[in-house]
């Protein structure tokens, strides 16, 4: 079973790299703690890999080891990514709660869009990624070596002198 489609490749490649490289902690709004649904297999992936996992979903006390919150207010660390699972008509609630926490990124899932909860949170300065699958989507940026490592800033090169005469 695939979990989703690979993206394709456009201009934008570079500033999802960069949502992905700075964020360490990451909230799955709407998580199920059966292994064969999407959620799941994601969240699992992404604590593979490294992540901070949050799941969230009032349903469940654990998923995948972590304690899993009722909601974004009652995470008690800041998140910065909320990759959102939840039905089109649910996000609203799921963006307002996110700019209420104050996340750096929403991230809803292939198939899943909402252009006015995704204006309000980027007037609120908060990164958008909509209709894209997270997985495949860090897979591909991986595998073109968008998430190498990142050596920070470099000190200044020295100016060559130039020959006199």
Known sequence: MTVCMIPERTGADKD????????KTIAVVGISHREERDSNMVA?????KGYTLIPVNPKYEEVLGEKCYPDL?????????????????????????????????????QGL???????????????VVMDRCIVQTHRFLEK????????????????????QP
């Not at 999802?16 to 964020?23: G, H, T």
């Not at 699992?44 to 593979?48: A, M, N, T, V």
């Not at 073109?144 to 020959?163: H, R």
Request: glycine residues 6%; charged residues 25%.
């Open 16 to 23: 999802l790299a960069r949502i992905l490289k700075r964020s």
């Open 144 to 163: 073109e070596n968008f998430l190498g490592s990142n050596p920070g800033p470099q000190p200044a090169k020295p100016v060559q002198a130039q020959d």
């Open 73 to 109: 207010k009652a995470v008690p660390v800041h998140i910065d990514v909320v990759d959102i699972f939840r039905n089109n008509e649910l996000i609203p609630g799921v963006v307002d709660e996110a700019i209420a926490v104050g996340t750096d990124c929403i991230w809803m899932q």
């Open 113 to 127: 869009t909402n252009e006015e909860a995704a204006d309000k949170a980027r007037c609120a300065g908060i990164a």
């Open 44 to 48: 699992r992936y992404l604590k593979e």
